[in-house]
């Protein structure tokens, strides 16, 4: 199949409003008609299917936890981004498009990205008038802060808990169509496998996790936000349940994965203490507006770090990138810190892990003015360490936290099975080969309030609506294919957890395709993981049943999915022979140890097919940048 | 090396609703204690999967207390002993070597029991639904700063905003009463600008679907605002009585 972006013609400026006008609509009598299936209630999925509902379609919404409240977004801390320039420091649209293209390392869309720059101003207005309690300056007007690859302050933001904010925001939105009787809510109820009838997505079978009961949901259009995948890892920043499960069976049904090796590595989280770490903390980029990462300039100093005089520390970022120094992208930042703890720098007890210190903010704000930007950050680390940040540095280290790979879609967010959508963190539109903080929420929510309502007409306005129903024989053979996998799953009577294989699974990634990655390293785990899976399958234990609740079912259900996506993680991390953004190969490097990209031969987005007899196929989306020179990206 | 340390379990074990449940006791040997309450659970859990037998239903997700999935009685205080923090951010080293844990569900009325340690709080999501929300539409919000906000009341909205719906203030009062959750919403909104022109209706109707979920009445015992995981004050309560003074006028 030949991809089809569906990019509009015409001026980057234009083209979405011009889009827009072009799109077909459903009426509004006909819109009652049409059920819309959307799984997942973070920020994209509530904020979509609120959206969808309000103008009339019928929508019924599916999640993990039990309630659409808890889902993964709420635990985002920093902020979101937005062009707004009420600091009038310069920013604007045009800048906020280019820094995201820019911090993206030129591997994404520029349709797209001008596109969600372009309503990052609405979203905020939105999001005030549900009563969002973003922060305020005195004047009682918003207030912002800086993220990491901006130099403009276009970060909003609700203390430390800017996600958990706009996930109520979305989610009180879902609750009012709720009460209308436009929005069912089915929780605790896990998707299990896509239904396709003629080739177009027409619903899901899903396990309702209380009574394991296998059942089916019909549907004139799928739409999946399901978040990341990050846990492939075992050891990252999301929350527990977050899996790749439901993208990774539509995958193997036809949507084309698309740059699955383009993950995000977070410079600033909480070290892992021991083998028993079931998940690791992040601290919020936000931190680096005022605090100082540094390392001992002195190999093994084992000094207390208020021991270590000022000029025997290595204050490595603001040393090599004055320009933006604590504020550099995070796959910069991170893979620094890699460098110095490589370098036999690193501090803590595993040396694993550098300082984050707020000595200077203190002095220059005080303790009050620290605390009110992060005082429920500092109290999080206080909490996992036993240790009092206001008096002594951080230390922090690098870990898995974002994916910006996923399901591959079109402008219209449609991936390659028809009536199958994406949004939020499981597509792979926005952000290339990098994300720049506050990004993602900004992403989540055009896409669920101001992209998807209008696009998805696009389709709908061709289909008949509710053609089929769950008596299908499609739904019934779905439904026993999934029930099949359960009780084989359920029958593997081995003795090793599937938290251990999970566990080494992730380390082997991390190894081998974490900050930076190596053809030999790549090639090493390529040939480890089938194996891994063998013994997975022959030798995992998971006990219980499958007729009620059985989280340790839940819990290998997801690894089983992420050991066959291992394969291609990896995969596409071999084929993509350039250093771009996350994705650091030590082949392509700069003299100054910088990302080295390959313009002429990996301008392209990796869109890769699933196929039953040849392995994963390659296609590619080639990336023409109309707008913007293609740059080396220099800070 | 961090300190290990052995503790005794006494958990609340329930297959269903329907199912009487007892207390079964547990080992959890060497733990470490700067391990959280919940990784030691998950080695007493694999210990159980390994030996073929059933393991402990409990519920966590974010692990760092923003979530409000987990939630347990530890020594009869909701997420433990700890002050301002859920259960998934407790950790061993506030335990002694050989202590004792009892550890069972949050229990109410409203709050009927899945599993073990799982109970279903979605009667928090009805209360919301009866109101708990400003009732704009996509599309319709006018330019952020033409609602300015003074600073004073947006970190007061904030403070009541930041309940994360766990729970632990019904299972703390005798009365099993959801006035602090509810009341923390009403506040968030009322506080602002934007939540004016709803108020009376949300009042009247969240206050309608708590009682109809069989939370209690409060009786200003005051135990929720002591075990709330994110300090969410009684005056909210005060203020939720004032408005649905008003509201019923
Ligand atoms: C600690 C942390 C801090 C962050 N801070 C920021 C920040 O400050 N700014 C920023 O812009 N971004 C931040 N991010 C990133 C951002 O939070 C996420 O990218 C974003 O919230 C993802 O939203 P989503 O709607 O796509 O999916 P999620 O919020 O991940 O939601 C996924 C939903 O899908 C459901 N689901 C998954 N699988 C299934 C299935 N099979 N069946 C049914 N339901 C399913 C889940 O239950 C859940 O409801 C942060 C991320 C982390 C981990
Ligand atoms: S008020 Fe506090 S204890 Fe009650 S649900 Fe909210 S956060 Fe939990
Ligand atoms: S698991 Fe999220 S609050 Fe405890």
Redesign the interface.
């Given at each position: 199949m030949d991809l089809d972006s569906k990019i509009p013609a015409g001026p980057l400026p234009e083209k979405w409003t011009r889009h827009k006008n072009n799109l077909k609509l459903v009426s509004p009598a006909n819109k009652r008609k049409f059920t819309l299936l959307v799984v997942g209630t973070g920020l994209a999925g509530s904020s979509a299917a609120a959206s969808l509902s309000e103008i009339g379609y019928k929508v019924k919404i599916f999640c993990i936890n039990d309630t659409p409240r808890r889902a993964h977004s709420i635990s985002a801390q920093g902020g979101i981004n937005a062009a707004k320039n009420y600091p009038n420091d310069g920013d604007s649209v045009e800048r906020l498009f280019y820094d995201t293209i820019k911090g993206g390392d030129f591997r994404s869309r520029e349709a797209n990205v001008y596109r969600m720059a372009e309503l990052s101003n609405v979203i905020i207005d939105q999001c005030v008038a549900q009563g969002v309690p973003f922060a305020r300056e005195y004047s009682g007007y918003l207030a912002n802060l800086s993220f990491g690859g901006a130099q403009v302050s276009r970060t909003f933001y609700a203390r430390g808990q800017t996600g958990q904010q706009l996930l109520l925001g979305a989610y009180s939105a879902l609750m009012k169509e709720v009460v209308r009787g436009g929005v069912e809510v089915h929780t605790r109820c896990e998707m299990q496998d896509i239904v396709l009838i003629d080739g177009k997505a027409k619903g899901i079978v899903v396990r309702d996790l209380v009574s394991g009961k296998i059942e089916s949901y019909a549907g004139d259009a799928v739409i999946l936000a399901t978040g990341g995948y990050s846990n492939v890892f075992y050891l990252s920043t999301n929350a527990k349940s977050g899996n790749l499960s439901a993208a990774w069976r539509t995958h193997k049904k036809g949507a084309y994965f698309a740059n699955p090796c383009f993950t995000q590595i977070h410079p600033t989280s909480i070290p892992a203490k021991g083998e028993y770490q079931s998940k690791l903390t992040l601290m919020s980029e936000s931190l680096r507006n005022d605090g100082r990462i540094w390392v001992p300039m002195q190999k093994g100093d084992t000094r207390e770090p208020n021991q270590i005089p000022e000029k025997e520390r290595d204050y490595y970022l603001e040393r090599k990138y004055p320009a933006f120094g604590n504020l550099m992208p995070r796959d910069i930042a991170s893979r620094a810190a890699k460098e110095v703890c490589d370098g036999g720098r690193g501090v803590g007890p595993t040396g694993q892990a550098v300082y984050l210190d707020f000595a200077d903010a203190l002095e220059r704000l005080g303790q009050d003015t620290l605390k009110e930007r992060y005082g429920n950050l500092f109290e999080i680390y206080e909490r996992i360490t036993d240790r009092n940040a206001y008096e002594e540095p951080m230390t922090i280290f690098p870990a898995p936290h974002y994916t910006m790979g996923g399901l591959w879609v079109d402008y219209n967010l449609m991936s390659t099975i028809p009536g199958l959508f994406a949004i939020g963190e499981v597509n792979f539109s926005d952000h290339g080969a990098n994300r720049l903080g506050a990004s993602a929420l900004m992403q989540g929510l055009t896409d669920g309030y101001f992209i998807l309502p209008y696009t998805i007409a696009e389709y709908l306005a061709d289909e008949t609506p509710g053609e089929f129903s769950v008596g299908h024989e499609e739904f019934k053979a779905v439904e026993q294919a999934v029930a099949e996998n359960i009780k084989k799953i359920l029958s593997i009577k081995g003795r090793r957890t599937v938290n251990q294989i999970h566990r080494e699974l992730g380390m082997l990634l991390w190894e081998n395709c974490g900050i930076s990655r190596s053809r030999a390293g790549l090639k090493e785990a390529a040939e480890k993981i089938p194996a891994l899976r063998e013994e997975f399958w022959e030798n995992a234990v998971v006990g219980g049943s499958a007729d009620d609740l059985n989280q340790s079912l839940e819990k290998a259900l997801r690894v089983a999915d992420y050991l066959e996506f291992a394969e291609l993680i990896v995969g596409d991390a071999l084929h993509r022979e350039e250093s771009c953004g996350g994705h650091f190969r030590t082949e392509y490097q700069t003299d100054e140890s910088e990302a080295k990209r390959n313009d002429k031969e990996f301008c392209y987005v990796a869109a890769w097919e699933f196929n039953n007899d040849d392995g994963f196929v390659l296609h590619k989306e080639e990336l023409t940048f109309e707008h913007i020179n293609l740059g080396e990206r220099k800070y | 090396m961090?300190e290990k340390i052995n503790l005794i379990l006494k958990i609340w074990r329930q297959?269903?609703r329907d199912d009487k449940g007892h207390f079964s006791e547990y080992e959890a040997r060497d733990i470490?204690k700067?391990?959280?309450f919940?990784?030691m659970l998950?080695?007493v859990?694999?210990k159980l999967?390994?030996e073929?037998?059933?393991?402990i239903?409990?519920?966590?997700?974010?692990?760092?207390?923003?979530?409000?999935?987990c939630g347990a009685m530890v020594n009869g205080q909701p997420h433990g002993p700890?002050r301002?923090?859920a259960l998934c951010?407790l950790?061993v080293?506030h335990f002694k070597n050989n202590d004792v844990l009892v550890i069972e569900p949050f229990r109410s009325r409203a709050f009927e029991l899945?599993?073990d340690l799982?109970v279903?709080?979605?009667a928090?999501?009805r209360i919301?639904?009866?109101g708990?929300?400003?009732?704009?539409?996509?599309?319709?919000?006018?330019?952020?700063?033409f609602?300015?906000?003074?600073?004073e009341t947006?970190d007061l909205?904030?403070d009541a905003?930041?309940c994360?719906?766990c729970g632990a203030c019904v299972a703390a009062c005798p009365n099993a009463s959801a006035m602090l959750f509810t009341a923390a919403k009403i506040s968030?909104?009322v506080l602002?600008p934007?939540?004016q022109l709803e108020k009376k209706r949300r009042t009247r109707e969240m206050v309608k679907q708590m009682d109809l979920e069989g939370f209690g009445n409060c009786s200003n015992l005051y135990e929720c605002e002591a075990v709330c995981p994110k300090k969410i004050k009684v005056s909210n309560i005060a203020r939720l009585n004032r408005e649905y003074l008003r509201a019923v006028r």
């Open positions: - | 961090a297959k269903n470490d700067d391990m959280s919940l990784e998950d080695i859990n694999d999967i390994v073929g037998k059933e393991p239903a409990v519920d966590s997700d974010c692990l760092e207390g923003i979530c409000g999935t700890q301002g923090s951010q950790h080293r899945i599993k799982v279903d709080r979605s928090f999501d919301i639904a009866a708990g929300y400003i009732s704009v539409k996509t599309g319709s919000a006018p330019e952020a700063n609602i300015p906000v003074s600073k947006a909205a904030m905003a930041a994360i719906g968030h909104l602002l934007q939540g």
